[in-house]
DNA sequence: AATTTTACTTACTAGTTAGTAAGTTGTCAA
DNA sequence: TTGACAACTTACTAACTAGTAAGTAAAATT
């Protein structure tokens, strides 16, 4: 028996970048099984079910969200920075393999995915609007951003830009992505 | 032999709504075939592979995509009401079953799907983002729309968002999706 | 040293998938 | 009236799906 370290964390990882690759219906256990090396029951044992799976996926997405804006790193930013912050979070799924969001991803799915993982994700998006909405009324209260209207509705319509530009800069490129990005900022900033 | 009649629309009809539903990879034929009440091999008949089925879909949709914006009753209106006619759309998606957008559902699934139902989409998506660029330029110019950059950018944007918004409603529900149309108009007109 | 637990493998199942080949039947045109 | 064709059905395949049960070997615990 060859011990691989961590196979729990290398199988996260992989069904991460399978998910914001393919989606939960286009993998399977056999893919991950196959690029680790393994044996498709070596996968059920740390992860019984496909659903135990993605909500363990989503779960570390949300643990990992919750320690970043929590660290001093990004609460101490400036609320421009850590828009910025944001937004390179999407950039780099862009340039890892055009990945998209994970929220996105499942979502897009929703009616064909286990009602255990579609209120994993239903979570995970309040708290990305969340956050994103106290940095917005941050931002305006200090006067550095500039929009109508309720902040969450502002952060509503931001998060969603962006996980439909990762979407459509599959089919249009990776300029198009930019191009989004940019006009978010115009129309905050004007 | 019950003759059913015009079965090649009934299934495009039922493959687009399963597209909207489920997505690519969340229906297969024999939902199709049981639906309809024939067997799996009548759906090959017609679309011998689900590339095909895919593609027949997509091209169809934006046949009448073509067909609505060169009718009078949409080419005559001023552009606010174009606009408004824009987002009916994907209002009227979002009140059929919580359908999402085409463009969005293969998109997010674009890496585990035939690579020429890839190129129908982003034909498909360009076209879209094209008529929307005209509109937000021919309101520009009529002083009915405010915004600042580039209408090519100001269009991708608003798609991106009622795109990102539709997937979003499923897991937050329909009021989220109406803030972003909200947010949208607002941000134009303003 | 004995026992339990962890992390697997082997071997399997039942169901689903897209897709095909060959046969059937109603309709329509020559 | 015959023959072609459209629109299927029957019957099948090979590959893949998630998931399970039983066995194994090393490591940790007692």
């Not at 199988?11 to 044996?39: P, R, T």
């Not at 799976?53 to 779960?59: E, F, Y």
């Not at 064909?112 to 579609?118: D, M, V």
């Not at 209120?119 to 917005?136: D, N, P, Q, R, V």
Request: charged share 25%; glycine share 8%.
């Amino acid at each position: 028996m060859v011990k691989i370290e961590n196979s729990q964390r290398t199988i996260l990882n992989l069904a991460e970048a399978l998910l914001q690759d393919k989606g939960f219906n286009g993998f399977s256990y056999a893919h991950i099984a196959s690029e680790l090396g393994v044996k498709n029951a070596a996968i059920h044992y740390h992860f019984p079910s496909k659903e135990d799976l993605g909500i363990a996926v989503v779960k570390r997405y949300r643990d990992r969200f919750h320690l970043w804006i929590n660290n001093a790193r990004v609460k101490d930013l400036s609320p421009e920075a850590k828009l910025d912050w944001f937004f390179g979070i999407y950039t780099d799924m862009r340039a890892d393999k055009g990945k998209v969001c994970l929220v996105g991803s499942l979502e897009a799915e929703f009616n064909s995915i286990p009602a255990g993982l579609q209120a994993e994700i239903g979570s995970l998006h309040k708290e990305l609007l969340k956050w994103l909405e106290a940095t917005l009324s941050e931002g305006r209260g200090a006067g550095v951003f500039k929009f109508n209207g309720e902040p969450a509705n502002k952060a509503a319509l931001i998060l969603s830009s962006v996980q439909g530009a990762l979407q459509m800069a599959r089919a249009l490129g990776t300029r198009k992505f930019r191009d989004v990005v940019e006009q978010i900022k115009l129309d905050l900033m004007a």
